[in-house]
């Protein structure tokens, strides 16, 4: 595809449950990053990944979130014992070196 | 000292009229500053972004002005357009040590209105 896509485009989850977001970054693109956008606010830094390894992982809240990019192409942002808090638009972004141009058209997730 | 304050939150101008939108930054360590707008249902999308060794880049309708002695940074939109109306995000980096761009602070967002 031309840009960043991520599945799925909405995700509504129990607090408890484990989810799975998924993002296909565009082809060739070597770095990689999640951010997530709460209603009404700028989006904020979660990991980046350089080829496979995550160079930053600085920004995941807790240890409940975890990302992975086994291939250097599509990475899974996983989240355990998913609460409420954690309801947001979860963003990707990739880009060649440099920051992040495109960004997704996100996924939202919401806790109940 | 990690935030980026934006202002105003909202903005309506009429078509033609030049929207500016300020951020302001504690971090001196800060290095890359970008421009990103938004559409409803979108992700952002990179505008501009301009590095402190000038003080004014344009691109288009689109210019950064940047103040470093008073840690500021400004968007400016030219001959407004209707089709400008979404919501504009200032961000900010440090590429030291590592040189990556990619961790970027943004400010709250200002959401503009360009009216016919």
């Known amino acids: 595809g031309a840009g960043v896509s991520q599945t799925p485009s909405n995700k509504v989850t129990e607090k408890g449950k484990y989810v799975e977001l998924r993002c296909d970054p565009i082809?060739?693109?070597?770095?990689l990053y999640w951010y997530r956008q709460s209603l009404g606010q700028g989006p904020e830094f979660l990991i980046y990944f350089q080829g496979t390894g995550a160079a930053d992982d600085s920004g995941l809240p807790n240890d409940r979130f975890f990302a992975v990019r086994p291939e250097g192409s599509v990475s899974t942002l996983k989240i355990q014992r998913t609460e409420r808090g954690d309801s947001a638009v979860y963003l990707c972004a990739s880009s060649l070196r440099g920051p992040p141009s495109h960004f997704g058209p996100g996924t939202r997730l919401t806790v109940l | 000292q990690q935030q980026v304050k934006q202002s105003p939150q909202s903005l309506i101008v009429q078509k033609g009229g030049i929207p500016i939108i300020n951020c302001a930054y504690e971090n001196t360590a800060f290095d890359y500053f970008p421009w990103y707008q938004q559409f409803p249902g979108k992700g952002p999308a990179l505008l501009i972004a301009i590095r402190p060794d000038v003080s004014e880049k344009k691109e288009g309708r689109f210019t950064i002005s940047f103040n470093k002695s008073a840690k500021q940074f400004s968007l400016h939109i030219m001959d407004s357009q209707p089709g400008d109306s979404a919501t504009y995000f200032c961000a900010a980096s440090s590429t030291r040590p590592s040189g990556n761009t990619g961790k970027l602070i943004f400010g709250q967002g200002t959401t503009l209105q360009v009216k016919p």
């Open positions: 082809s060739g693109h070597t770095a």
